[in-house]
């Protein structure tokens, strides 16, 4: 859907870059060698970026770093734009909702990086349906156009390996709500 908007291939991965996980933070050179393209080109469309205040730059050392500009008025338009492209908005639709009663789901590994690698890392915590999910799963991945790898924990097992998931990163993207408050 970007690319038939913006036909910049690098200011798409930028914007999935800092609009997917608004908390990302990178600077030039980090960019290009995970882009696999020249600084100059990148340097182009983070100028073109920076100008337009999507994205807000500062001087960190000898490094220029770059990040979502959460303030901005179209931030939380083109945020949305990034989840519907990449398809998360349907994932959480065709598998969380349905599948039984999970209480948290989070992706980590790229995407929660802000890099569009075409497998998603999904990690649910409670109560799920298997063999729903499966079926969901399969059906999620040719809408997405993405592969997906799902790990179910229990409470008890998540505890555990929780701070794994936060060193790797991790991006929540549905929480039950408490209905008794």
Do not use: C
Request: hydrophobic share 40%; aromatic share 8%; charged share 30%.
């Amino acid at each position: 859907m970007l690319d038939s908007l913006i036909t910049s291939k690098t200011r798409i991965k930028l914007l999935l870059k800092f609009f997917f996980n608004p908390e990302n933070i990178s600077y030039l050179r980090e960019l290009a060698d995970e882009f696999g393209e020249s600084t100059n080109g990148i340097r182009l469309e983070l100028n073109k970026l920076t100008e337009a205040r999507l994205l807000r730059s500062e001087k960190s050392g000898r490094k220029v770093v770059y990040r979502a500009n959460k303030e901005h008025t179209l931030f939380k338009d083109i945020r949305n734009m990034v989840l519907k492209t990449v398809g998360i908005p349907k994932v959480i639709d065709n598998i969380l909702t349905k599948v039984g009663e999970p209480d948290v789901a989070f992706i980590t590994g790229d995407y929660a990086k802000g890099i569009d690698s075409g497998l998603i890392d999904l990690v649910i915590v409670g109560e799920v349906n298997r063999e729903k999910l499966e079926e969901y799963q399969a059906t999620t991945e040719g809408m997405i156009q993405r592969k997906m790898r799902i790990l179910i924990l229990n409470q008890t097992a998540f505890d555990k390996l929780r701070s794994k998931f936060t060193d790797d990163g991790m991006l929540v993207i549905w929480k039950k709500t408490d209905v008794s408050n």
